[in-house]
């Protein structure tokens, strides 16, 4: 079982910023309002991620380490139609398997804090009281200490710290109630707020995306029966482009959306039209049902497949003429 955990954490865990990723997202699915990312050394060192969620009862907290344990699927059924960012029950496990962690959580009603601890591949989780607001903090030490072939591969503390940084904007953009702090060997870098207005997210769109693109960029907001789309998209903004598409709440990656967006921008605006997609910016929240998109399809999780391709294609596109014809006017 120990051999199973390491061959699939190659998959999950590839580096710091994937270790964060996955942290995150459970923070995010524990319905945590802030959550306070510490890292030392481009994460190599060390991550902390410590959220102010529901936090995981002493009982279950040897369990959430274990592989295949998931809290957010109990059934078939659920698989259909997932609605949190995590279901596999894999990343605790495969962290732990090649790292020393920390986890120390509080449910709201439980007086005292609990922590485990479990180091590589030995997983004999020691559990212990300890002192911790409601919510759960996971102190990931060492990555790759016991697989050197894994740690060769961790680039400079610079690049892993990018890659970081790129992970916290990527799912900052989706949470913009939610509150994010990044701090890099003490010093905090990022600090996403928030606060008490209605356009919250255009807020956190200009603070992550920059003045330049907000101004440039079109909005985009549609919705046709289950499907819902919303967003921003702009050309040639005088920096790297900005490509971001979430589907419910989860960035992907997605060639039909890039499709559909070009194919509008064709019928519609030649002079918008661009040579290559390269130059193309857009930040798009689309929801749908979501027994309407399979995200069971890669272990990061980073692809979806829509049952109904066709017509999610053509929404966006729908969407988007649309968008774009309001422009011209
Ligand atoms: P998954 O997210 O796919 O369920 P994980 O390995 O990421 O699997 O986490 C295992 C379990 O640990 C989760 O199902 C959840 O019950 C619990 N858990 C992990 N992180 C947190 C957190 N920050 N707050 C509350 N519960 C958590
Ligand atoms: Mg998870």
């Given at each position: 079982a120990e051999l199973a955990n390491q061959i699939a954490a190659g998959e999950v865990v590839e580096r710091p910023a994937s270790i964060i990723k996955e942290?995150?997202?459970?923070?995010?699915?524990?319905?945590?309002n802030q959550i306070d990312i510490d890292i030392e050394q481009g994460?190599?060192?060390l991550i902390r991620v410590r959220d102010n969620g529901s936090g995981i009862?002493?009982?279950?907290?040897?369990?959430?380490?274990?592989?295949?344990?998931?809290?957010?699927?109990?059934?078939?059924?659920?698989l259909e139609a997932i609605m949190s960012l995590g279901f596999r029950g894999e990343a605790?496990?495969?962290?732990?398997?090649?790292?020393?962690l920390t986890l120390i959580?509080?449910?709201?009603?439980?007086?005292?804090?609990?922590?485990?601890?479990?180091?590589?591949?030995?997983?004999?989780?020691?559990?212990?009281?300890?002192?911790?607001?409601?919510?759960?903090?996971?102190?990931?030490?060492?990555?790759?200490?016991?697989?050197?072939?894994?740690r060769r591969f961790l680039k400079t503390e610079k690049t892993e710290f990018s890659h970081i940084d790129e992970v916290v904007r990527r799912i900052a953009l989706a949470y913009p109630n939610v509150i994010f702090n990044l701090q890099h060997n003490g010093k905090f870098v990022k600090q996403y707020r928030v606060?008490?207005?209605?356009?919250?997210?255009?807020?956190?769109v200009a603070t992550i995306c920059g003045t330049t693109f907000m101004q440039k960029a079109i909005k985009l907001s549609w919705q046709h029966d289950d499907l819902c789309i919303n967003g921003w998209i702009a050309t040639n903004i005088g920096q790297e482009p900005l490509q971001y598409f979430y589907v419910n709440g989860r960035v992907v990656k997605d060639r039909l959306l890039n499709h559909a967006l070009k194919q509008a921008f064709q019928e519609t605006n030649k002079s918008l039209l661009t040579s290559t997609d390269h130059t193309l910016s857009y930040i798009i929240y689309l929801q749908l049902?979501?027994?309407?998109?399979?995200?069971?399809?890669?272990?990061?999780?980073?692809?979806?497949?829509?049952?109904?391709?066709r017509l999610v294609h053509d929404f966006v596109y729908q969407a988007m003429v649309m968008a774009l014809k309001q422009e011209k006017q």
């Amino acid at each position: 079982a120990e051999l199973a955990n390491q061959i699939a954490a190659g998959e999950v865990v590839e580096r710091p910023a994937s270790i964060i990723k996955e942290l995150i997202e459970n923070s995010i699915d524990a319905g945590a309002n802030q959550i306070d990312i510490d890292i030392e050394q481009g994460g190599c060192k060390l991550i902390r991620v410590r959220d102010n969620g529901s936090g995981i009862a002493k009982e279950e907290l040897a369990l959430a380490l274990a592989r295949h344990a998931t809290s957010k699927i109990s059934c078939l059924d659920d698989l259909e139609a997932i609605m949190s960012l995590g279901f596999r029950g894999e990343a605790l496990a495969s962290i732990s398997s090649v790292s020393r962690l920390t986890l120390i959580s509080k449910p709201e009603s439980q007086t005292d804090a609990w922590l485990v601890y479990a180091e590589g591949r030995d997983m004999l989780p020691v559990i212990k009281p300890t002192a911790h607001p409601k919510g759960t903090t996971i102190e990931v030490l060492d990555i790759f200490y016991n697989t050197p072939a894994r740690r060769r591969f961790l680039k400079t503390e610079k690049t892993e710290f990018s890659h970081i940084d790129e992970v916290v904007r990527r799912i900052a953009l989706a949470y913009p109630n939610v509150i994010f702090n990044l701090q890099h060997n003490g010093k905090f870098v990022k600090q996403y707020r928030v606060t008490q207005s209605p356009d919250q997210i255009e807020k956190r769109v200009a603070t992550i995306c920059g003045t330049t693109f907000m101004q440039k960029a079109i909005k985009l907001s549609w919705q046709h029966d289950d499907l819902c789309i919303n967003g921003w998209i702009a050309t040639n903004i005088g920096q790297e482009p900005l490509q971001y598409f979430y589907v419910n709440g989860r960035v992907v990656k997605d060639r039909l959306l890039n499709h559909a967006l070009k194919q509008a921008f064709q019928e519609t605006n030649k002079s918008l039209l661009t040579s290559t997609d390269h130059t193309l910016s857009y930040i798009i929240y689309l929801q749908l049902d979501p027994h309407q998109v399979d995200v069971n399809v890669h272990p990061a999780k980073h692809e979806v497949r829509f049952h109904e391709a066709r017509l999610v294609h053509d929404f966006v596109y729908q969407a988007m003429v649309m968008a774009l014809k309001q422009e011209k006017q």
